[in-house]
């Protein structure tokens, strides 16, 4: 039974499925599945053993979620809808982090390889050219959603231990990922296997093997009646097009940020208020897509610090374990660096649950490192009397 309610869980917010339900088939549908995910959380934590909460988060979702409401209120929505987003927050800190504790490594790489693989599907089945515009993201529904399900799944790769799965899991994460043509995506791909070398030199061949699977894309782009026009700048830069290189860039993140320096500078100790770095906030419709500046822009620098340190404890601790565990380093990464371009890190189920998950297994590891030395030490006293 547990087991049962466990993947439920892990389907509807891994595979991201009220939302893809609420853009493609019926809201009334994704609604009655959004509450029931929700429910199954809330009972799982109620049938389960309780461990410790993650503190961390749990903090700063108060600071923030406080701090925001008071500093100010232009941007908030109706009480009920902010209301909705706390409880949602908390309920997933809560219950969700023993979802995660009870979550094998196996179990997370299937379900973010079974999100990966929906990205080829809506090629098929789903795909809105209007709309798409030839980049693709499968139940994640924006682009560098569904790459960064493809980074986390690539790096998750590195703890599979059965050669073909391990080999079939990174061809399908790194050729997902590229279909979401996510500067993003890419840019992580390659900083993961140049450290992946560190483990073994053969791991070079991934390089090669992204090079081929990219320049195959672009030879198969040239041959469409409608280019891809990421894939399209993509050749021109590789080719040496400055032109195509600057087109590349244009509309970059940074631009995004730099609309709302000033308003941090403004009032950098608690923030403009909730939503106010939101779509439609101070800065314009599109928002800040950046989980971090959202964070000081609304509720001021202390849940800021929190949350990169927060970030430092996860990448420091996967880095002390990386021999032991690379994957654990590498998903920080991931997770750390995709929130410089995500700003819905508060309200967003697989988000949450990857920064619970990675912190979980840290701790588990930690532990397990702590318990083996005393064991053996034990053991090697017993010996010896």
Known sequence: MN????????????????????????????????????GLLILFFLTNSRSEINKWLLVIGVLYFCIGSLSGQTYIPPFDV???????????????????????????????????????????????????YGRYSGFFLNPNAGGF????????SYSIKNRK?????????????????????ILLWVIINLISIKLSIKNANK????????FTLVAYNSFLPVKNQRLTQLAGTISGDSNAARDLNEGSRTETWAKF???????????NGSGSFGGGGLGGFLGAHNSYL???GEAGIIPFLLLVFYFIYLIKNGYHLFDHAPYLFFMAIALASILMTNHSFFKNGYLLFSALWIYAQINLLKRQKIIEPVNNMNARKTSLE
């Open 261 to 271: 320096y000033e308003f941090v500078l403004d009032k950098p100790l608690f923030g």
């Open 294 to 296: 959202k964070l000081i």
């Open 207 to 214: 390089l090669l093997l992204g090079a081929g699977l990219l």
């Open 82 to 132: 902010y209301l909705i987003e706390w409880v949602k927050y908390f309920i997933i800190v809560i219950c969700g982090n023993e979802v995660v504790k009870r979550t094998t490594t196996k179990e997370m790489s299937i379900f973010l390889l079974i999100g990966a693989s929906s990205i080829i599907l809506q090629i098929f089945l789903f795909n809105n050219p209007l709309k798409d």
């Open 149 to 156: 399900i493809c980074i986390l799944g690539y790096a998750l």
């Open 3 to 38: 087991k049962v309610l466990k993947f439920s869980i892990l389907g509807l917010f891994m595979l991201n499925i009220p939302s893809f339900i609420l853009t493609y088939l019926n809201p009334v549908l994704s609604s009655a599945l959004s509450y029931l995910s929700f």
């Open 165 to 185: 799965f391990k080999f079939f899991a990174q061809w399908t994460f790194t050729l997902m990922g590229l279909l979401t043509f996510s500067r993003t995506f």
